[in-house]
T-cell receptor, first 114, second 110 residues
Framework: NAGVTQTPKFRILKIGQSMTLQCTQDMNHNYMYWYRQDPGMGLKLIYYSVGAGITDKGEVPNGYNVSRSTTEDFPLRLELAAPSQTSVYFC?????????????FGSGTRLTVV | LAKTTQPISMDSYEGQEVNITCSHNNIATNDYITWYQQFPSQGPRFIIQGYKTKVTNEVASLFIPADRKSSTLSLPRVSLSDTAVYYCLVPNTNAGKSTFGDGTTLTVKP
């Protein structure tokens, strides 16, 4: 059972470039989340999804976009990368309606914007 | 959002019991309380969850008072490998939003 898989693990972007961070879960979880974690800090919610076709903004959505066309996949799109987006990005999922269980996290994508 | 507040850091010694308290004053009626452990360069790992009173698993215990505005994670007989950052999280059951606090850095000394 793979759980939550994130790709790539590391990436360096130049200012103004774009990229998509991939997240896939194989647990049939309806809730999925994207967090960012700056060095020495806690996790900040970027976007979340309560099911296929439904997404909503979290605390820090500016500069990002998401889509949820299937239950399994929840990609995060960075447009016009900026140095302030240098961070570690974590995808997570959980089940329930509303969610009552613990979250399963991926291993993260470490992004550097130069 | 059920914003959480935790102590920034705690120190302990091997073999001691450690209690980490989290405040979540705005918790809603249907919200659960969850705790996570995070090691450097890894994603958070789910430890335990609860709704009220006491919950125990093979790793930890979680104590929740009747008003549910706080919770205490108890780690029995910690070892050096328990050195990590611990987060409490109250998933918002009405909107799916969930806000982590800044976490508690636990340092276990020999």
């Amino acid at each position: 059972n793979a759980g939550v898989t994130q790709t790539p693990k590391f990436r360096i972007l130049k200012i103004g470039q774009s990229m998509t961070l991939q997240c896939t879960q194989d647990m049939n979880h309806n809730y999925m989340y994207w967090y960012r974690q700056d060095p020495g800090m806690g996790l900040k919610l970027i976007y979340y999804s309560v099911g296929a076709g439904i997404t909503d903004k979290g605390e820090v959505p500016n500069g990002y976009n998401v889509s949820r066309s299937t239950t399994e996949d929840f990609p995060l799109r960075l447009e016009l990368a900026a140095p302030s987006q240098t961070s570690v990005y974590f995808c997570a999922s959980t089940s329930g309606s509303p969610p009552t269980g613990g979250y399963t996290f991926g291993s993260g994508t470490r992004l550097t914007v130069v | 959002l059920a914003k959480t507040t935790q102590p920034i850091s705690m120190d302990s010694y091997e073999g001691q019991e450690v209690n980490i308290t989290c405040s979540h004053n705005n918790i809603a009626t249907n919200d659960y309380i969850t705790w996570y452990q995070q090691f450097p360069s890894q994603g958070p790992r789910f430890i335990i969850q609860g709704y009220k009173t006491k919950v125990t698993n093979e790793v930890a215990s979680l104590f929740i008072p009747a008003d549910r505005k706080s919770s205490t994670l108890s780690l029995p007989r910690v070892s050096l490998s328990d050195t990590a950052v611990y987060y409490c999280l109250v998933p918002n059951t009405n909107a799916g939003k969930s806000t982590f606090g800044d976490g508690t850095t636990l340092t276990v000394k020999p």
